[in-house]
């Protein structure tokens, strides 16, 4: 089993940033592909950013590139999501979310948090 909770979210206007934090216990860390989803009310749950278990790789979504990164502190056993420029459209809840693969991490992901709310206020 894996432990995620995620902390950081909050109100921010608009252009502001937010530096999300998502610190996962009860496995080996660096097992584990780690990233993030988000979910706006009335909408599907998307994909937002991932890195590999090494932390070598990382991608993040269309709609987020450019403004987000992603990382992680294997001394922690946290991982991070830095959102800037951030856009009315960026508010939801975000997910933190972990599997021992990259590849189904993005589709399928084994362990999820409880989530943050960020609100992003115009």
């Known amino acids: 089993q894996v432990q995620l909770v995620e902390s950081g979210g909050g109100l921010v206007q608009a252009g502001g940033s937010l530096r999300l934090s998502c610190a996962a216990s009860?496995?080996?860390?660096?097992?584990?592909?780690m990233g993030w989803f988000r979910q706006a009310p009335g909408k599907e749950r998307e994909f937002v950013a991932a890195?590999?278990?090494?932390?070598?790789?990382?991608s993040c979504a269309n709609s987020v590139r450019g403004r987000c990164t992603i990382s992680r502190d294997s001394a922690k056993n946290t991982v991070y999501l830095q959102m800037n420029s951030l856009k009315p459209d960026d508010t939801a809840m975000y997910y933190c979310a972990a599997h021992n693969t990259y590849a189904q991490l993005r589709s399928a992901p084994a362990y999820w948090g409880q989530g943050t709310q960020v609100t992003v206020s115009s």
């Open positions: 890195v590999t278990g090494s932390g070598t790789f990382s």
């Open positions: 009860g496995r080996t860390f660096g097992n584990y592909a």
